[in-house]
C-alpha cells in the first residue's frame, strides 16, 4: 500500500514537471500576434479623405499597407482601428508606418494621435506621436511606432487629423503587432534547475546569489538546465546572454 503512495506522488511531480515543461515549450513559441481586423472611419467634416487599401494593414505581410488619405480637411480627419485575437497587458505594441518617399520626423508626423483600446472601450491613452515612440529604419520613408501601453488592450486606432504637415501621398500603415515581452522561467527539482521561456539561454552566463546578496554559483549554460549544488533555498538568479541582456527572477531551489 506504501509503495502506491509513493507512485502516486512519483507521478504528481513527474505531472507537475511536465506541466512546467509544457507552459515553458508554449511560451517558446510565442511569437509577433498580428493585427486580423480592422475597422476604418472618416469623421466630422474631411472632404476628400479616406482609407485605402484598408485590408492591407492586416495580417503579417509586412510589405503590404494600407494609405490615410487626407483631403480638404475643415473640421475632422480619418482613422483607422487595428485589431488584435485576444485582450493583452504588459505586450508591446509594434506599428510599420511609412510615406510614398518623403523621410518622417517627428514635426511631419504632428497631428497624428494613437490610442489602444480593450475591447469596444477606450483606454483614454490618447497620445501624438513624439520623438520617443517613433523608430527610425534605415529606409527614412519607413519607421516604427513602439511602446508598451499600460492598460490591457487588443485593438490601437490610429488617427490623423487636420494638424497633418504634407504627407504627399497619404500616410502608410504597413502593419501592427503584439510583441511578448522576453521572460524567463525556473523550475527546480532534486536540485537541478530547468530553465524556460522565450529568451535564447545558450551560451548564457547564469549566476546565483544567496539571501546575504553573496555570490554563489556561476556558470555558461551548454542547456536550458544546470545543477548548481546548493542548499535548499531561495536564491537571485541573474542569466546575462550574449545579446548582452540580463534577466533577473527569484528561484527556490529543492
Same mark, same amino acid.
Given at each position: 500500500? +506504501? ?11 513527474? #505531472? ?14 510565442? =511569437?509577433?500576434? /498580428?493585427?486580423?481586423?480592422?475597422? =476604418? ?19 503579417? @505581410? ?5 494609405? &490615410? ?30 510615406? @510614398? ?11 497624428? /494621435?494613437?490610442?489602444?483600446? $480593450? ?32 492598460? *490591457?488592450? @487588443?485593438?490601437?486606432?490610429? !488617427? ?11 500616410? %502608410?500603415?504597413?502593419? #501592427? ?7 524567463? &522561467? ?17 551560451? $548564457? ?6 539571501? /546575504?546578496?553573496?555570490?554563489?554559483? %556561476? =556558470? ?8 548548481? !549544488?546548493?542548499?535548499?533555498?531561495? /536564491?537571485?538568479? @541573474?542569466?546575462?546572454? +550574449?545579446?548582452?541582456?540580463?534577466? *533577473? !527572477?527569484?528561484? =527556490?531551489?529543492?
Amino acid at each position: 500500500m +506504501k509503495s502506491i503512495f509513493l507512485s502516486k506522488d512519483l507521478l504528481f511531480q513527474a #505531472a507537475l514537471f511536465m506541466s512546467f515543461l509544457f507552459q515553458s515549450s508554449n511560451v517558446q513559441a510565442q =511569437s509577433r500576434i /498580428y493585427a486580423n481586423d480592422q475597422l =476604418s472611419n472618416v469623421y466630422g467634416v474631411c472632404l476628400g479623405c479616406a482609407v485605402q487599401n484598408p485590408l492591407n494593414a492586416v495580417g503579417d @505581410n509586412e510589405e503590404n499597407y494600407s494609405t &490615410m488619405v487626407m483631403g480638404t480637411v475643415l473640421l475632422g480627419g480619418v482613422e483607422q482601428t487595428l485589431r488584435f485575437p485576444e485582450v493583452r497587458i504588459n505586450t508591446k505594441l509594434v506599428i510599420g508606418i511609412g510615406t @510614398n518617399n518623403i523621410p518622417l520626423t517627428v514635426q511631419l508626423l504632428s497631428g497624428i /494621435y494613437i490610442e489602444t483600446m $480593450s475591447g469596444t472601450t477606450a483606454n483614454n491613452d490618447s497620445q501624438m506621436i513624439t520623438g520617443n515612440l517613433l523608430k527610425l529604419t534605415d529606409n527614412p520613408s519607413r519607421a516604427t511606432i513602439e511602446l508598451i501601453p499600460a492598460s *490591457s488592450y @487588443n485593438a490601437v486606432k490610429i !488617427r490623423l487629423s487636420g494638424g497633418v504637415l504634407s504627407l504627399g501621398g497619404g500616410f %502608410r500603415i504597413y502593419y #501592427a503587432y503584439q510583441d511578448p515581452l522576453s521572460s524567463i &522561467m525556473a523550475h527546480s527539482q532534486n536540485g537541478q534547475v530547468t530553465l524556460g521561456g522565450n529568451v535564447a539561454l545558450e551560451g $548564457s552566463e547564469v549566476t546565483l546569489f544567496n539571501t /546575504y546578496g553573496k555570490e554563489v554559483f %556561476r =556558470s555558461i549554460l551548454k542547456s536550458n538546465t544546470f545543477e548548481p !549544488r546548493q542548499p535548499e533555498g531561495v /536564491y537571485i538568479m @541573474n542569466v546575462h546572454t +550574449k545579446e548582452g541582456k540580463t534577466y *533577473s !527572477r527569484k528561484i =527556490s531551489i529543492k
